[in-house]
T-cell receptor, first 114, second 118 residues
Framework: GENVEQHPSTLSVQEGDSAVIKCTYSDSASNYFPWYKQELGKRPQLIIDIRSNVGEKKDQRIAVTLNKTAKHFSLHITETQPEDSAVYFCAASFPGGGADGLTFGKGTHLIIQP | GAVVSQHPSWVICKSGTSVKIECRSLDFQATTMFWYRQFPKQSLMLMATSNEGSKATYEQGVEKDKFLINHASLTLSTLTVTSAHPEDSSFYIC??????????????FGDGTRLSIL
């Protein structure tokens, strides 16, 4: 099955600086890579996603890059704000017949220091 | 659009009882729904994939007789934890996706159910 590694587990940055979270995946058949933000006790919220036919995608302060050859993808948050503090999860999905749910990374606790 | 409602949000019950959790897509038809479990300060682990009108596909290590899944309509999937024990205490979250068999489409999550077994 798919295995997703995520680093770092905790990331502390000064407000206004950029934050980068990296993930690697094992199954070359994976074709969909979403990023979720989860605040304590709440649902994961999709913040950006990328498909395997695209190398980069940007949405305001958030961007995701994908390197299919190296099987890794990264989340970039620029001009960080206190409300960006949360746990971020990367995930990967691959076509699996009737079972194609997401395999999540272990998460990154992002702390924005004022 | 793409709102997923999950009920109940919090359950406390005695060991040995069964608990049913509902997951509804409110403004779209979800041909595929997923059930995840999340332990404190850990990641989400996929338990099973549920396609409307067919049997659920369970991940390795998940007991299908203990975690009964029913996806009877395009807007409702239920997870029943049978004969629950303290080790089943966890945060259970469902997600829904519009298209069946198309893995590169977004999943939309419910608010989760916090299950505590005494």
């Amino acid at each position: 099955g798919e295995n997703v590694e995520q680093h770092p587990s905790t990331l502390s940055v000064q407000e206004g600086d950029s934050a980068v979270i990296k993930c690697t995946y094992s199954d070359s058949a994976s074709n969909y890579f979403p990023w979720y933000k989860q605040e304590l006790g709440k649902r994961p919220q999709l913040i950006i996603d990328i498909r395997s036919n695209v190398g980069e995608k940007k949405d305001q302060r958030i961007a995701v890059t994908l390197n299919k050859t190296a099987k890794h993808f990264s989340l970039h948050i620029t001009e960080t704000q206190p409300e960006d503090s949360a746990v971020y999860f990367c995930a990967a999905s691959f076509p699996g017949g009737g079972a194609d749910g997401l395999t999540f990374g272990k998460g990154t606790h992002l702390i924005i220091q004022p | 659009g793409a709102v997923v409602s999950q009920h109940p949000s919090w359950v406390i019950c005695k060991s040995g009882t069964s608990v049913k959790i509902e997951c509804r897509s409110l403004d779209f038809q979800a041909t595929t729904m997923f059930w995840y479990r999340q332990f404190p300060k850990q990641s989400l682990m996929l338990m099973a994939t549920s396609n409307e009108g067919s049997k659920a596909t369970y991940e390795q290590g998940v007991e299908k007789d203990k975690f009964l899944i029913n996806h009877a309509s395009l807007t409702l999937s239920t997870l029943t934890v049978t004969s629950a024990h303290p080790e089943d205490s966890s945060f259970y979250i469902c997600s829904a996706r519009r298209a069946q068999g198309i893995s590169n489409q977004p999943q939309h999550f419910g608010d989760g159910t916090r299950l505590s077994i005494l």
